[in-house]
Each structure stands twice: as structure tokens, then as C-alpha cells.
């Protein structure tokens, strides 16, 4: 009798799992409005909070529905492929890369001639698929360089002005690695290589080489092969950053670092990373203890070189979705860049927008991207968002400079760059 | 035949009994849903889009036998499956050893067995991906004192997986062993000690012999752990060190083969989708083979009691 207690509350358990999957989602669908409703799969975990209280904020504006869910750190392509084939699919998602554009390209609605593309102050983060049409189009664009803590400069004896080129950050770098220990900190923070810091090098920071090579060789879609011209840049730049740092480079693989930790807590004087970082360095730090300059890494004329500026927070429309509910997206993106509450929320938890009502920025990163093209120095863009099956691509890049760091041979960086990039290009485009 | 008779309960009645027999499949059918949802479903479903290229499975195009081909032709693959092998068989040898030793350690009535069982079993609650960031902390701890770390060679990928492994399953298998050394009647090594048997004999004639059963079902649940390893191998080495060929392909040293499928869906576009679904199903069907082998060997080992 128990035995049969037992099977009987077991195959109700299991009835139960198998059917409370289904009762939210049929839920949601018979409260769907007639106007259409937007889904925005969002990729930010840290603008959550501030995107679902414009989402309140709309509804109770408009009565259009909106339901903004952001897909876990790390996530999103996963997230996306299996939002993407339920019936209420998201109706707004992003494509932030040429990677993504080809596996996603199907899906995004060609956004040419709409009202929100009309209201884009510049094309330059609009991503194309092959035929040329608008594939996603930034929402809002973010600079990184090498942050700066200005008041430890100082200390040190130096100031921003002296850094024009790769020699003299170089210098000022020795020397303050040198003296560290009189000092107090050191040049660099750590440039630890596991999976929440090596994205700084394997992405940002290969962008440089990347960079100067599509300049030479006139990118204008991701070449099949690269040949590596300025691999010894990257080379430069890391050597220094390994070097002038207080940790030993062998134990930058593992040793899970915390790099912003430490230039909050004031124990180095350089830290690369962008503009994103502006907030919560700002709980720290004042807005005139501090500074992005350019990545100088020893290239010809780099003094005239100005931030890298450019975004992978590119939104796409899904071609799948209900006219009336494409409808409803495009109004609501419409609504975010040219409202009041929009625009400002905007810029306060994403950056500058690419958008003719754009406001200013208070992030002291962005202004000083601004400086740098007003005073008429390059803006480099992010040539890295080229980079075919980006995650394995990079993946090759840190395992490679991390045997290069425990005392392995640079060949192997840039076999995985070079080689690497024919491979998964031919990987991608099979 | 004796009809069996009425115990007192009238579910047990003939009357009441007929109906429901008759009406068998209606009380089969949730679990038969469930198990059609849950496993019979997913299951076609995957073998399909193996045929196919797609992005999500919705648009699923078919494209025929191409995403096989690739599989087999990927050289991580291969690799990947030398790897594993070689990883799951040793794996399976010392998990078993270890484990049946420390059972039978444990059931020779030694003070405070059960707080060593307890002990023993515990590393099993652990995530997999937890696991994985503690003990490579650990092994970098101590490596870093040589300057190198657990990323640097094949080596210590491999034995820092399998020290992890062993870690984290001995002391699953050894409850199980347990439970069988404890079902080996009395009298048969009693009879074995009158009979003048030694220990080392009565354990190899008399022990093993009986607790046949448990090492069939320690040999299958320690052989497709060894084969299905995910969340340890990325979270300790997530497949460095990389050799880097002249070809431009890099292999992935310390890559298993669940890993390697997962980087070929989810790392790679969606050109390669295909060839990822292929890939699992060529693994579930070694997986599968190997272990249908295994329990034919070890099964006709088993004595009845």
C-alpha cells in the first residue's frame, strides 16, 4: 500500500513539473494587447534594473506592453536561440557583431527608411549583412583606452600631458614600476587572463593590430585571412603591461585577479578597460582624479590617435514577429532616443547614443573621447567586432598568450591570431 | 493456478479490480507523456536536426548526411575522443579499486565507519562547476610555486581532472559497494574460513564473486561519468593548453568531448550548429555501445545467490 503511495504522489510530481512549464507562458499570451507588445532580450545584466523601470514607465504612457528580460552574464547566444523559437519570440534583441550578424542575419528586420533609423545621428555602428542591407543599429556607443588615476601620477612626479606616444608612457611606466616600492603602487593593474578579464586583451586590446591592419589593407566586411603587420605592437603594449605590474606574469592565467579592485584601491596608476567602467569607479574616485588616454603601443603617428570608440549594443528587430508587434518595437525604440525620460535614462546607464536628441554624457570617459575627436585626433574604431567565431577565436589568443607569459615562445600568439583567424573564418563561412 | 484471494481490501476485489486492469493505458498515460516529452521528443528531435542546418530548431532546413561528414573530419574531434577514452577508462580503474577498497576498509567494522562514510560521500553534493574553481585554485596553489600553472601542460589537465574525478566519485561508488559487501550472506565465509581460506582467498573466491552486481552498476555509472564530463573540465581547464598546427587549427589539448560539442554549437556560427548536433549524435551512440558492452561483460560475471 505504501509502495503504491509512493508511485502514485511520484507520477503526480512528475505530471506537475511537466505542466507548470506551460501555465506562465499561455498566461502572458491571452494578456497580450491588441497594439502589439514589445520583448526586448536584453544582453546587459547591469542596465536590468533601470530598463525594466522604463519599461513601466512606457506602459503606463502608452498601454503598450513591454516586457524586457536580460539573459544571464555570458549568456546571451544561448538565451537567444532558445527565446528565439517560442511562439512569443523577443521582438528587439542584439546583434552586436559581424559574427552575430551571420548567424542571426535571418531574423533582423532590414531597419533602412524606418522612423528610428532616420533618427540615427551617424551610421558608423550600423552592421550590414552581406547583401547590404541594415542588419542592427547601435543604441548607444562606449570608449575604452587606458584609465588613468591622475592624483597617483602626480604623486609620482609625472603628468597626462607627457604621454603622447608609446616611448614616453613607456618611460613613465618603468620608472614608476622602479620606484614601487617607495611609492606605494604600481605602473599597471593585473592583467589577469580567465574568463571575466581576458576579454580586455583577447578583444579590446587585439584591436590595435586589428586596427592598423584594416587602415593598410581597406577593410570593409571581415577578410577571410590577416596578416599580422602589427602583431608587434600587441607584443610591445603587453610586455609592458605584464612587466610594470606588481604580480608575476606566470601567474596571470589562474591567479583571478580583481584589476579593478586594485585601481580602486589606488595600487596602480594604469588600468585598461572603458567607459562602461565609469560608474563604479566613480564611487571611489572623483571626476577630476581621473582619465582615458589612447592605447599607445608604438605605432606610426599614434600621437594623433584618439580613443577607441564603437559599441556592440546593436539593436535588430526580428523579421519574424507580428507586423503589429514590429510596429510596437520600432515605436518604443523610437520613444527611448527621443523622449525626455528615455534619452535620459539612456545615457545614464548606457553611454552616449548615436541619436540626433541625444543629451550630453556625465561619464568623464565619454567626454574625454569627445575631447579627443573635437581636438581633431582619429577615433579608432572597434575593428575587433570583425572577428570571425569571435569566442573561439579568443579563446586560441589567451591560451596562447598564456603559454607565452609562463616562458612560451610568441610564435604561437600570433599562429593563433593569424592561422587562427583563416581558420574560424573558414569555419564560419562554411 | 490458486485464484488469490481477497485480503480484506476491496481495491483487491475483482470487481473493482477488472475495471482498472482493463483500463490499464489510462493510468500508464502520464507517465507514458511525460516520458514522450521529456525523453522520446527531444531525442527524435535531435537525431533529425542532425540532417539539418539550422539556427533554431524552427527553422530547421534538412541538408542530409554533410554535418557527419564534418564531424568526423574534425580533427578536435578525434582528439577529443582519444582523450576521453583515455581519460574514462583509466578513470574507471582507479575510481573502482579505490572505491571497493575503502568500502570494504569501512565494513570491517572499524570505530567511526559511519563518520567516514558520511566524509567519504560528501564531495559528491558538490556542483560540478564548483568543484572545478576549488581544485583549480588548489593545484594552482601548489603549482605556482614551480612557476607554472595547471593551463601549461597536457599533464597536469589530465591528472588534475582525474584527481577531481576520483575526488568527487569514490565515494559514491564506495556507498554502493557497501550495500553489496553487506548483502554477502555470513554463512558463505564462514564456511570459506572453515574450510581454511585465507583472507586474500575468501575476498577473491568468495567476496567478489558476490558482490558481482555492484561492480556492474559501479563499472556503468563510472564509465559514462568518465565519457559525459562537462562542468569540471570547463571550469578547471576549459581545454588549454592549445597546440597551435601549421594548418592553423589549434587543438585543444585537455578538451573532452561533451566540451567539444558544446564549443562547436555555441562558440563557433551557426554554420556549425549542424555539425555540433551530429557530433552528440555520434557520442550518445559510443556512449551507448561501450556501455552496453561493459554491462554484457560484468553481467555474465554475476552469480545468483
Same mark, same amino acid.
Given at each position: 500500500?505504501?509502495?503504491?503511495?509512493?508511485?502514485?504522489?511520484?507520477?503526480?510530481?512528475?505530471?506537475?513539473?511537466?505542466?507548470?512549464?506551460?501555465?506562465?507562458?499561455?498566461?502572458?499570451?491571452?494578456?497580450?494587447?491588441?497594439?502589439?507588445?514589445?520583448?526586448?532580450?536584453?544582453?546587459?545584466?547591469?542596465?536590468?534594473?533601470?530598463? +525594466?523601470?522604463?519599461?513601466?514607465?512606457?506602459?503606463? +504612457?502608452?498601454?503598450?506592453?513591454?516586457?524586457?528580460?536580460?539573459?544571464?552574464?555570458?549568456?546571451?547566444? +544561448?538565451?537567444?536561440?532558445?527565446?528565439?523559437?517560442?511562439?512569443?519570440?523577443?521582438?528587439?534583441?542584439?546583434?552586436?557583431?559581424?559574427?552575430?550578424?551571420?548567424?542571426?542575419?535571418?531574423?533582423?528586420?532590414?531597419?533602412?527608411?524606418?522612423?528610428?533609423?532616420?533618427?540615427?545621428?551617424?551610421?558608423?555602428?550600423?552592421?550590414?549583412?552581406?547583401?547590404?542591407?541594415?542588419?542592427?543599429?547601435?543604441?548607444?556607443?562606449?570608449?575604452?583606452?587606458? *584609465?588613468?588615476?591622475?592624483?597617483?601620477?602626480?604623486?609620482?612626479?609625472?603628468?597626462?600631458?607627457?604621454?603622447?606616444?608609446?616611448?614616453?608612457?613607456?618611460?613613465?611606466?618603468?620608472?614608476?614600476?622602479?620606484?614601487?616600492?617607495?611609492?606605494?603602487?604600481?605602473?599597471?593593474?593585473?592583467?589577469?587572463?580567465?574568463?571575466?578579464?581576458?576579454?580586455?586583451?583577447?578583444?579590446?586590446?587585439?584591436?590595435?593590430?586589428?586596427?592598423?591592419?584594416?587602415?593598410?589593407?581597406?577593410? &570593409?566586411?571581415?577578410?577571410?585571412? *590577416?596578416?599580422?603587420?602589427?602583431?608587434?605592437?600587441?607584443?610591445?603594449?603587453?610586455?609592458?603591461?605584464?612587466?610594470?605590474?606588481?604580480?608575476?606574469?606566470?601567474?596571470?592565467?589562474?591567479?583571478?585577479?580583481?584589476?579593478?579592485?586594485?585601481?580602486?584601491?589606488?595600487? #596602480?596608476?594604469?588600468?585598461?578597460?572603458?567607459?562602461?567602467?565609469?560608474?563604479?569607479?566613480?564611487?571611489?574616485?572623483?571626476?577630476?582624479?581621473?582619465?582615458?588616454?589612447?592605447?599607445?603601443?608604438?605605432?606610426?603617428?599614434?600621437?594623433?590617435?584618439?580613443?577607441?570608440?564603437?559599441?556592440?549594443?546593436?539593436?535588430?528587430?526580428?523579421?519574424?514577429?507580428?507586423?503589429?508587434?514590429?510596429?510596437?518595437?520600432?515605436?518604443?525604440?523610437?520613444?527611448?532616443?527621443?523622449?525626455?525620460?528615455?534619452?535620459?535614462?539612456?545615457?545614464?546607464?548606457?553611454?552616449?547614443?548615436?541619436?540626433? #536628441?541625444?543629451?550630453?554624457?556625465?561619464?568623464?570617459?565619454?567626454?574625454?573621447?569627445?575631447?579627443?575627436?573635437?581636438?581633431?585626433?582619429?577615433?579608432?574604431?572597434?575593428?575587433?567586432?570583425?572577428?570571425?567565431?569571435?569566442?573561439?577565436?579568443?579563446?586560441?589568443?589567451?591560451?596562447?598568450?598564456?603559454?607565452?607569459?609562463?616562458?612560451?615562445?610568441?610564435?604561437?600568439?600570433?599562429?593563433?591570431?593569424?592561422?587562427?583567424?583563416?581558420?574560424?573564418?573558414?569555419?564560419?563561412?562554411? | 493456478?490458486?485464484?488469490?484471494?481477497?485480503?480484506?481490501?476491496?481495491?483487491?476485489?475483482?470487481?473493482?479490480?477488472?475495471?482498472?486492469?482493463?483500463?490499464?493505458?489510462?493510468?500508464?498515460?502520464?507517465?507514458?507523456?511525460?516520458?514522450?516529452?521529456?525523453?522520446?521528443?527531444?531525442?527524435?528531435?535531435?537525431?533529425?536536426?542532425?540532417?539539418?542546418?539550422?539556427?533554431?530548431?524552427?527553422?530547421?532546413?534538412?541538408?542530409?548526411?554533410?554535418?557527419?561528414?564534418?564531424?568526423?573530419?574534425?580533427? &578536435?574531434?578525434?582528439?577529443?575522443?582519444?582523450?576521453?577514452?583515455?581519460?574514462?577508462?583509466?578513470?574507471?580503474?582507479?575510481?573502482?579499486?579505490?572505491?571497493?577498497?575503502?568500502?570494504?576498509?569501512?565494513?570491517?567494522?572499524?570505530?567511526?565507519?559511519?563518520?567516514?562514510?558520511?566524509?567519504?560521500?560528501?564531495?559528491?553534493?558538490?556542483?560540478?562547476?564548483?568543484?572545478?574553481?576549488?581544485?583549480?585554485?588548489?593545484?594552482?596553489?601548489?603549482?605556482?610555486?614551480?612557476?607554472?600553472?595547471?593551463?601549461?601542460?597536457?599533464?597536469?589537465?589530465?591528472?588534475?581532472?582525474?584527481?577531481?574525478?576520483?575526488?568527487?566519485?569514490?565515494?559514491?561508488?564506495?556507498?554502493?559497494?557497501?550495500?553489496?559487501?553487506?548483502?554477502?550472506?555470513?554463512?558463505?565465509?564462514?564456511?570459506?574460513?572453515?574450510?581454511?581460506?585465507?583472507?586474500?582467498?575468501?575476498?577473491?573466491?568468495?567476496?567478489?564473486?558476490?558482490?558481482?552486481?555492484?561492480?556492474?552498476?559501479?563499472?556503468?555509472?563510472?564509465?559514462?561519468?568518465?565519457?559525459?564530463?562537462?562542468?569540471?573540465?570547463?571550469?578547471?581547464?576549459?581545454?588549454?593548453?592549445?597546440?597551435?598546427?601549421?594548418?592553423?587549427? +589549434?587543438?585543444?589539448?585537455?578538451?573532452?568531448?561533451?566540451?567539444?560539442?558544446?564549443?562547436?554549437?555555441?562558440?563557433?556560427?551557426?554554420?556549425?550548429?549542424? &555539425?555540433?548536433?551530429?557530433?552528440?549524435?555520434?557520442?550518445?551512440?559510443?556512449?551507448?555501445?561501450?556501455?552496453?558492452?561493459?554491462?554484457?561483460?560484468?553481467?555474465?560475471?554475476?552469480?545468483?545467490?
Amino acid at each position: 500500500m505504501k509502495k503504491k503511495l509512493i508511485s502514485i504522489l511520484m507520477a503526480a510530481a512528475m505530471v506537475a513539473t511537466v505542466f507548470t512549464g506551460c501555465g506562465g507562458d499561455s498566461g502572458e499570451s491571452a494578456s497580450k494587447s491588441d497594439n502589439g507588445s514589445v520583448y526586448w532580450l536584453n544582453f546587459k545584466p547591469e542596465a536590468d534594473e533601470a530598463l +525594466q523601470d522604463i519599461a513601466k514607465t512606457y506602459t503606463e +504612457q502608452t498601454g503598450v506592453e513591454v516586457k524586457v528580460v536580460t539573459a544571464a552574464e555570458g549568456t546571451y547566444e +544561448q538565451t537567444l536561440t532558445s527565446e528565439m523559437d517560442k511562439s512569443n519570440a523577443p521582438t528587439l534583441f542584439v546583434v552586436g557583431n559581424q559574427a552575430a550578424v551571420k548567424t542571426w542575419g535571418d531574423y533582423c528586420l532590414d531597419l533602412e527608411g524606418t522612423k528610428i533609423y532616420e533618427q540615427l545621428s551617424t551610421d558608423d555602428f550600423t552592421l550590414r549583412k552581406d547583401d547590404g542591407t541594415v542588419a542592427s543599429i547601435g543604441y548607444c556607443y562606449e570608449s575604452f583606452g587606458i *584609465i588613468v588615476n591622475k592624483t597617483l601620477l602626480e604623486k609620482a612626479g609625472h603628468s597626462v600631458d607627457e604621454i603622447t606616444d608609446f616611448a614616453s608612457l613607456k618611460s613613465i611606466a618603468d620608472e614608476i614600476h622602479a620606484n614601487a616600492d617607495t611609492l606605494g603602487f604600481d605602473a599597471f593593474t593585473s592583467s589577469g587572463m580567465d574568463d571575466s578579464s581576458s576579454w580586455r586583451f583577447s578583444g579590446h586590446l587585439a584591436n590595435m593590430p586589428l586596427y592598423y591592419e584594416s587602415v593598410d589593407d581597406n577593410w &570593409t566586411e571581415c577578410p577571410a585571412e *590577416i596578416k599580422g603587420t602589427y602583431l608587434d605592437l600587441y607584443k610591445n603594449i603587453w610586455d609592458l603591461y605584464t612587466t610594470d605590474c606588481a604580480v608575476d606574469k606566470t601567474s596571470l592565467a589562474t591567479g583571478g585577479y580583481d584589476a579593478e579592485a586594485e585601481f580602486m584601491n589606488g595600487e #596602480a596608476v594604469f588600468y585598461q578597460n572603458g567607459s562602461w567602467e565609469y560608474p563604479t569607479l566613480s564611487e571611489k574616485l572623483g571626476d577630476d582624479e581621473m582619465c582615458m588616454i589612447p592605447i599607445y603601443c608604438g605605432a606610426e603617428g599614434e600621437e594623433n590617435n584618439g580613443l577607441c570608440s564603437g559599441t556592440e549594443n546593436c539593436w535588430a528587430v526580428n523579421a519574424n514577429a507580428d507586423q503589429k508587434d514590429i510596429d510596437a518595437t520600432i515605436d518604443f525604440m523610437t520613444w527611448l532616443v527621443t523622449s525626455d525620460e528615455g534619452t535620459k535614462m539612456m545615457t545614464e546607464t548606457l553611454g552616449i547614443i548615436p541619436y540626433k #536628441a541625444a543629451p550630453d554624457s556625465k561619464n568623464v570617459f565619454l567626454e574625454n573621447a569627445l575631447e579627443y575627436s573635437e581636438a581633431g585626433k582619429t577615433t579608432i574604431p572597434w575593428t575587433f567586432n570583425y572577428t570571425p567565431n569571435v569566442d573561439e577565436w579568443r579563446a586560441g589568443v589567451v591560451a596562447a598568450m598564456n603559454q607565452y607569459d609562463a616562458g612560451g615562445s610568441w610564435d604561437d600568439v600570433e599562429k593563433a591570431f593569424v592561422d587562427g583567424w583563416a581558420t574560424q573564418y573558414k569555419a564560419a563561412n562554411q | 493456478m490458486k485464484k488469490k484471494t481477497n485480503d480484506g481490501t476491496s481495491v483487491n476485489s475483482p470487481l473493482l479490480r477488472r475495471p482498472i486492469q482493463r483500463m490499464f493505458f489510462v493510468f500508464l498515460l502520464p507517465t507514458f507523456i511525460a516520458f514522450c516529452i521529456g525523453f522520446v521528443y527531444p531525442f527524435l528531435q535531435g537525431m533529425y536536426l542532425s540532417f539539418c542546418s539550422f539556427t533554431t530548431i524552427s527553422s530547421a532546413k534538412f541538408i542530409g548526411i554533410g554535418n557527419y561528414i564534418k564531424a568526423l573530419e574534425d580533427a &578536435t574531434f578525434t582528439h577529443a575522443f582519444w582523450f576521453t577514452a583515455l581519460f574514462a577508462v583509466i578513470s574507471v580503474v582507479l575510481i573502482n579499486v579505490l572505491a571497493f577498497l575503502v568500502a570494504y576498509l569501512l565494513t570491517l567494522k572499524i570505530k567511526g565507519a559511519n563518520l567516514f562514510r558520511t566524509a567519504f560521500f560528501m564531495p559528491n553534493l558538490i556542483g560540478g562547476i564548483v568543484l572545478g574553481y576549488i581544485w583549480s585554485m588548489i593545484f594552482n596553489g601548489i603549482l605556482s610555486k614551480y612557476q607554472t600553472s595547471i593551463l601549461m601542460e597536457t599533464k597536469y589537465g589530465f591528472w588534475g581532472l582525474m584527481i577531481l574525478m576520483l575526488w568527487q566519485q569514490i565515494g559514491y561508488m564506495m556507498i554502493i559497494y557497501i550495500a553489496g559487501l553487506q548483502s554477502v550472506p555470513e554463512e558463505l565465509i564462514e564456511a570459506a574460513r572453515i574450510d581454511g581460506a585465507n583472507r586474500w582467498q575468501t575476498l577473491i573466491h568468495v567476496t567478489i564473486p558476490n558482490v558481482m552486481s555492484s561492480i556492474t552498476i559501479c563499472m556503468f555509472l563510472s564509465l559514462t561519468n568518465g565519457f559525459k564530463l562537462f562542468d569540471q573540465n570547463l571550469a578547471l581547464t576549459a581545454g588549454q593548453p592549445f597546440i597551435f598546427q601549421d594548418d592553423g587549427s +589549434q587543438i585543444k589539448t585537455t578538451e573532452m568531448l561533451a566540451l567539444n560539442i558544446y564549443n562547436t554549437f555555441y562558440g563557433q556560427s551557426s554554420a556549425a550548429r549542424g &555539425t555540433g548536433q551530429a557530433k552528440a549524435v555520434i557520442f550518445f551512440v559510443l556512449v551507448a555501445l561501450i556501455s552496453v558492452i561493459q554491462l554484457r561483460a560484468t553481467r555474465s560475471k554475476e552469480v545468483q545467490q
